[in-house]
Nanobody
């Protein structure tokens, strides 16, 4: 059994915060590069943030300074802390894993796999 499960999404007002979780089962998460991606209806997939097995962290330009990715190896979970949320952040958020990594891989999701089911984030007043 190999699975990634996203949770923590919900409805929040502009300026609010959410913490998303990506929980791994069936494998040891810390040996993999993990990425957060998002997709809104009618829009292309967007890379949000990635963290490598060695601790390298990348963020998409639109979330720099607002989002923080982190890893808790004891809980086999990667988190995405999202602060100062804006309506443009509304999307389904997914996590996935990869072995090959570069900034381009994080931007596009190329070579990432084992995608979770996603968690909905809605930012609205």
């Amino acid at each position: 059994q190999l699975q990634l499960v996203e949770s923590g999404g919900g409805l929040v007002q502009p300026g609010g915060s959410l913490r998303l979780s990506c929980a791994a089962s069936g494998f040891t998460l810390d040996r993999w590069h993990i990425g957060w991606f998002r997709q809104a209806p009618g829009k292309e997939r967007e890379g949000v943030s990635c963290i490598t097995s060695g601790g390298r962290i990348d963020y998409g330009d639109s979330v720099k300074g607002r989002f923080t990715i982190s890893r808790d190896n004891a809980k086999n979970t990667v988190y995405l802390q999202m602060n100062n949320l804006q309506p443009d952040d509304t999307a389904v958020y997914y996590c996935a894993r990869s072995i090959i990594y570069s900034n381009w891989h994080c931007r596009t999701g190329t070579d990432f796999g084992s995608w979770g089911q996603g968690t909905q984030v809605t930012v609205s007043s």
